[in-house]
């Protein structure tokens, strides 16, 4: 038997040829630090040090390890912290940690490379992207990536000093975190699921009793629906528990199946011909997913095509007539376009993963989960169990971004194995089922037409909009043009397109980049036409109060003010900037509540609300701590787990709001409990020495509920209310069927984005991204930097990279891996000014609303606007390849 030399012990090595390092260092040796991501050599997440050089262990046969000496992320911090680790914890280098533990292994390599050749010179940011250019953060954390690595090469971390911007930071940085895919239990059963091969299909037999008849496979149970029908390729069919994974795909092999395959129908244009295959009979529409994260309103269907929801419109029939008067008079003013945005997968890190375990009737769940709480209230109702039965459980989590809301199929899964075996299972999606069937942004071809007055005011908007929305409904697009722009006249209609594609999921914003991408260019066009400078065409037809101060600051900016007209520029690389207006709306949610206590002279505060790598953690400690006089990390805060008080989701970037309330009461309660109690009281009025009477207090509980805002400033509403009738109506189902209120002002962003293009190749490289953003107070500083940084990141990737290719005969997503699904890297990461005005919300308790949402709607626009002024060309759909500029260059379309 050969053995390798691990963090600095020997480990005997499997004789299996075929057993991957990786698998070795996690499944046999516990150390989960070293994370699997793409399997395929090409996100970094699993490298370690093979003699001291990076290799990524999911390509490595153990057996190279022989005689070698391996070091995981656990082994960098023997005894200290790396100078890179600390680093990573100043500069917030990282969100939800799931890719960090494969950065800090690349990064301390390289600075112990760079410090023996270079001393404390700091490197450049190319040469950090060029060692660091085989890793990917979802979460975008690049900034504070580059500002880490420079720093610690610099020497400015070689000090003992650790400072941690975000509580949780030293696990992360460590490998200590512990992530769903990290749970092991004794006799823990690894779950596969079985999913269908074909588009479309009725299975008419099902026969499982060869599964379980497989060496090694403890359960199988059906995970078909009533109707015993799939409806895209990856449908759920069954799922099998082994004792290792390659038993249980021994056993999903033997499942015995008939189906009776149907005609089937892929994407937005075949599925809106009249004779496509029907996906939903009526009985069955209840089925379709939900892209969005409200119930959907009543709609009509036809065929495969749900819609018009137009609700939102504003006399719509006049302003159809105004720009039918305006095609016919051929008024130069009308500004008419068919924008299309491709289909953006959320490519999370951490896969969606669940490990569940029965102890008597009582049933623990560890879920990959933006929602503990929800989640549990799910499980407890499918399966008729009381909710102090069900406990769910996510310590740390590696991304979300809208796709892990609602109680997943891998989840459902898990708990039915896990019942039929009698033992823990885990399910966890390989990375082909988390690039196909958890959800994306749907694509959609947007159909706009805007019209300004002869007076320069807005006078009619008309905005269409097909959602290539797979098996899935309620896609809000074009409704999201009314809360923005106030014109005479409105024409906004959402249409589903429903086909058997995988069902499109809730993604950072729903709804608001695709619509973002279409207004904010028709807007932009209709500022050159009218000859008034874009970011002063704004101001004109926005009325809201925070964007009008974004406004002032954004045409300040230098980079702004010096910005040249196409025709003024020549040679192979144009330079461009462009202005784009985002928001994202205020939702707070209902029955939060935060328990605070002393337990043995310390602070703790509990909800059960997740920390996505939102930072979840550090805003309930920072607003504590500033309360009391303390720093952060004299709070503990227990969150992740739904047995605490009832917490918020993290969807729709409403946690801050729904939080930062409730622990303000809750401070206000237990200061008066500490005064009540103290042996000494303290004098009123003094300034309470409040670490004492805490470490004096006996031990003390109080808890609040998510306080109601006081009233807003003059002007200040729920954008709901401005829309009318109808937004009321929308405002009022979204608080009644899903626990959601739309509070008064608008979270909103700015950016003004610089691009250079290269003429010959068609490459555009985005150079200064300078992002203006209202959100009220921030409640945690460094955290809201890098969750718009990452924000950012994210819409350059859906402006530049992002699409998800399908076969349009077979149904397959061709985009299943990370080597064919291109997010952005650290080379592609441009330098991000982040400005935060922090007025405006007042009337919420503490003024602080949240910030997930807001920075990545206008990035796209912001970046297609760029592009227009440096090649005076508009593209009028993304992503913006080499080949589509090219095209436009060359008069005319891409492929
Ligand atoms: S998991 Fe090894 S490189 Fe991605
Ligand atoms: S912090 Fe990098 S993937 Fe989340």
Redesign the pocket.
């Known amino acids: 038997m050969s053995t390798m030399t691990i963090n600095g012990r020997p480990a005997a090595l499997p004789d299996d040829p075929d057993a991957l390092l990786?698998d070795v260092i996690r499944d046999h040796l516990g150390l989960t630090g070293t994370?699997?991501?793409?399997?395929?050599?090409?996100?970094?997440?699993?490298?370690v040090l093979l003699d001291g050089v990076p290799v990524?262990?999911?390509?490595l046969p153990a057996q190279a390890a022989s005689d070698k000496s391996v070091t995981t992320v656990e082994g960098i911090a023997a005894d200290n912290l790396h100078p890179v680790q600390k680093a990573f914890m100043a500069h917030d280098a990282l969100q939800c940690g799931f890719c960090t533990p494969?950065f800090v292994v690349e990064a301390t390599a390289f600075h112990d490379r760079w410090r023996a050749a270079n001393g404390t010179a700091a490197p450049s940011r190319e040469e950090i992207a060029a060692a660091l250019s085989?890793h990917?953060c979802r979460c975008g954390a690049y900034e504070g990536i580059f500002r880490a690595v420079t720093e610690a090469c610099a020497g400015r971390f070689d000090g003992k000093e650790i400072v941690t911007q975000r509580l949780e930071a030293r696990d992360k940085v460590t490998g200590a975190a512990k992530y769903t895919v990290d749970v092991r239990h004794d006799g823990q059963l690894e779950g596969v699921i079985l999913r269908s091969p074909v588009p479309h299909a009725k299975i008419t037999e099902l026969d499982l009793a060869p599964a379980r008849a497989v060496a090694g496979v403890e359960a199988a149970v059906s995970l078909l629906a009533d109707d015993r029908m799939v409806r895209f390729v990856g449908d759920p069919i069954a799922a099998v528990a082994a004792r290792d994974r390659e038993s249980a795909l021994a056993g999903i092999a033997a499942i015995r199946l008939v189906s009776e395959q149907l005609p089937s129908v892929i994407g937005l244009d075949a599925a809106r011909r009249t004779d496509a295959p029907v996906v939903f009979e009526k009985v069955n529409r209840k089925k379709a997913g939900n892209v969005s994260e409200g119930n959907a309103a009543p709609a009509p269907w036809k065929g495969n095509v749900r819609g018009p929801s137009a609700a939102f419109s504003k006399r719509a029939k006049q302003a159809k007539s105004f720009l039918s008067e305006a095609r016919a008079a051929r008024d130069p003013l009308l500004v008419e376009a068919t924008f299309r945005v491709a289909t953006q997968s959320h490519a999370c890190l951490e896969p969606h993963a669940t490990v569940a375990r029965f102890d008597g009737d009582s049933l623990t769940v560890h879920v990959s989960t933006q929602g503990v709480f929800h989640v549990m209230e799910g499980i407890a109702k499918r399966y008729k169990l009381p909710h102090d039965k069900v406990r769910v459980i996510a310590d740390h989590v590696g991304g979300g971004f809208g796709s892990k809301g609602a109680l997943g199929v891998e989840t459902i899964a898990a708990i039915e194995l896990s019942r039929a075996a009698k033992a823990p299972v885990k399910v966890a999606l390989d990375r082909e089922e988390e690039l196909s069937v958890t959800g994306y942004r749907p694509a959609a071809e947007l159909k706009l037409a805007l019209l300004p007055s002869a007076q320069g005011d807005l006078k009619a908007l008309s905005l269409t909009a097909h959602a290539d929305t797979g098996a899935a409904i309620n896609s809000t697009i074009a409704a999201l043009a009314r809360l923005i722009y106030p014109a005479e006249a409105k024409e906004l209609a959402d249409f589903d397109v429903i086909s058997n594609l995988p069902p499109g999921a809730p993604f950072r914003g729903p709804g608001g980049p695709p619509m973002a991408f279409a207004l904010e260019q028709a807007v932009d066009e209709a500022a050159l036409r009218l000859q008034i400078d874009p970011i002063a065409l704004r101001k004109r037809w926005d009325i809201d109060p925070n964007r009008q101060r974004l406004y002032d600051w954004a045409e300040n900016l230098e980079v702004w003010r010096n910005r040249k007209a196409a025709s003024a520029q020549g040679g192979r690389y144009r330079r461009g900037v462009g202005v784009a207006t985002g928001y994202w709306l205020y939702f707070w949610q209902p029955g939060s509540t935060v328990e605070l206590a002393i337990k043995g002279g310390r602070l703790v505060a509990s909800t059960a609300v997740q920390d996505i790598g939102t930072g979840t953690r550090t805003v309930i400690a920072t607003t504590v701590a500033r309360e009391f006089a303390l720093e952060p990390q004299d709070v503990e805060v227990r969150i992740g787990d739904s047995n605490l008080p009832e917490g918020p989701g993290s969807g729709g970037s409403r946690v801050t709001a729904s939080i930062v309330p409730p622990t303000l009461l809750a401070v206000q309660k237990l200061k008066a409990a500490i005064e009540r109690t103290a042996a000494r009281p303290p004098v009123a009025g003094s300034n309470a020495p409040w670490r004492e009477l805490i470490a004096a207090s006996p031990d003390l509980t109080v808890s609040a509920v998510r306080p109601k805002d006081g009233k807003a400033a003059p002007g200040i509403q729920s954008p709901f209310k401005q829309a009318g009738l109808m937004g009321i109506i929308f405002g009022w189902m979204l608080r009644y069927f899903n626990n959601i209120v739309a509070g008064a002002g608008v979270p909103s962003s700015v950016q003004v984005i610089e691009v250079e293009v290269d003429t010959w190749l068609g490459h555009v490289r985005v150079l200064n991204a300078h992002t203006g953003i209202a959100i009220g107070k921030l409640a945690a500083p460094a955290l809201a930097r890098s969750q718009a940084a990452g924000s950012v990141i994210q819409g350059i990737g859906y402006a530049l990279y992002e699409a998800r290719e399908t076969d349009p005969r077979s149904g397959h997503i061709l985009t299943s891996g990370?080597e064919d699904y291109r997010i952005p890297g650290i080379a592609d990461t441009p330098r991000l000014d982040v400005h935060f005005d922090e007025a405006g919300f007042d009337h919420v308790p503490g003024g602080s609303v949240g910030i997930g949402e807001v920075a990545t709607v206008p990035t796209s626009p912001a970046i297609a606007n760029a592009v227009r002024n440096a090649i005076g060309i508009r593209l009028t759909e993304i992503p913006i390849r080499p080949d589509r500029i090219i095209a436009a260059l060359k008069g005319r379309a891409a492929a």
């Open positions: 990786v994370k699997l991501v793409c399997g395929s050599g090409v996100c970094g997440a699993c490298t990524v262990s999911c390509l494969g085989g990917l990370m």
